[in-house]
């Protein structure tokens, strides 16, 4: 009985470990693929910024997307093959940062199933409003 419940804690501890040890790899992903233009948190000299920060892409894409998986798969097509037409973000973002170039020679399509599952698991934050236009619909 010992034994089973030995591998019953071992198999517990590496379960979580590896739940641990994706999340870390994902945002590590991110933080290497993504984060030259799309920060975590709200910028602080906006003057500076090269593309729309995170919980905003994320508040737009849960709002459009909120299942995780239709989520993921609208992320992983727009990343490797963005159009107007697909884009979901306010036409504004668009104009004032441009389209987002395809990130096929950057990203495999695992890495980026990867990211965009940690994105939509972390973000945005609990009780994160949008700025502005009228929408102030929180987002969980």
Known sequence: ???????????VVLTFSS????NETAESLFDTKCS??????RPSDMSKVLAPALMGIMRHIKMSYPKKDDAVKFMVDYVLEPSKEKAICM???IEK???MPSQK??????????ISSWM???FPSTNFRG?????????R
């Open 19 to 22: 739940s641990a040890i994706a």
């Open 120 to 122: 939509f698991d972390n």
């Open 105 to 114: 020679e950057n990203v495999s399509k695992d890495e980026l199933t990867q």
């Open 91 to 93: 036409p504004q973002k």
């Open 131 to 139: 700025m502005g236009h009228g929408n102030n619909k929180v987002i």
């Open 1 to 11: 009985m010992k034994f089973n419940t030995r591998l019953l804690t071992l198999g």
């Open 36 to 41: 030259i233009c799309h920060s975590k948190s």
């Open 97 to 99: 940062f441009g389209l």
